[in-house]
């Protein structure tokens, strides 16, 4: 059973340019995070949905952040313009909510350089 | 406010020796609790977790954490540490909600 999927691992960009991170959550789960992990900060999450709908978004940083889930088997969190204080892991975690209380399952994250 | 606090930043220990990390959270209602675990490089892994009942709990590779709610806390153990202990462990807490809040994370280094 394939567990979260995270695309690209590695990502070095420029400063300004349109950086698109991208996640397929476990087969069957309802709810998608997107944490971010810095040595400042340590795992910030930024974003959740519940079957696709955004729950919380008051850890998004700024407006440059934006993230959708068009469908249950993919989300993407988006950085318009990227700068380098947004270079961090970006993880994205999955659970399968029966009641207010989930287990999530982490991806393997990607590492986003910003130069 | 919901948070969750972990005592040490950084523990260095060498092998063999017992391990303690302490985590207590802010919460006076019913909580799930977990532990995780990032090697280096590597993504989070569950180490353990609480839903209920016995608050005693075991995880895998040797690891264990107790509950007890009239301190909010949630202190991860493990005897006897390996070197290949060496990694970063996360507490976390699952608020009403579905909102994990994870601690700042600690460093332990396992000296060979």
């Known amino acids: 059973d394939a567990g979260v999927i995270q695309s690209p691992r590695h990502e070095v960009t420029e400063m300004g340019q349109e950086v698109t991170l991208r996640c397929k959550p476990i087969s069957g789960h309802n709810s998608l995070f997107w944490y971010r992990q810095t040595m400042m900060r340590g795992l910030e999450l930024l974003i959740y949905f519940n079957n696709n709908v955004p729950i919380d978004d008051s850890g998004m940083p700024e407006d440059r952040f934006s993230a959708k889930m068009p469908n249950a088997s993919f989300s993407t969190l988006k950085i318009q313009p990227s700068e380098p204080r947004d270079s961090a892991v970006y993880f994205c975690?999955?659970?399968?909510?029966?009641?207010?209380?989930?287990?999530?399952?982490f991806g393997p994250g990607t590492r986003l350089t910003v130069l | 406010a919901q948070s969750v606090s972990q005592h040490n930043h950084h523990v260095i220990l060498s092998e063999a020796a017992s391990l303690e990390l302490g985590c207590n959270y802010s919460y006076g209602g019913t909580v799930n609790l977990f532990w995780y675990v990032q090697y280096p490089g590597q993504h989070l892994q569950l180490l353990l977790k609480?839903?209920?009942?016995?608050?005693l709990v075991k995880g895998i590779k040797g690891f264990e954490a107790e509950f007890i709610k009239s301190k909010f806390s949630f202190n991860l153990r493990k005897p006897s540490v390996q070197w290949s202990d060496t990694a970063e462990y996360f507490c976390a807490v699952n608020y009403p909600g579905g909102k994990l809040i994870f601690g700042q994370g600690t460093e332990l280094s396992v000296k060979p």
């Open positions: 975690a999955s659970s399968l909510q029966r009641s207010s209380y989930n287990e999530q399952f």
């Open positions: 609480y839903f209920s009942g016995d608050p």
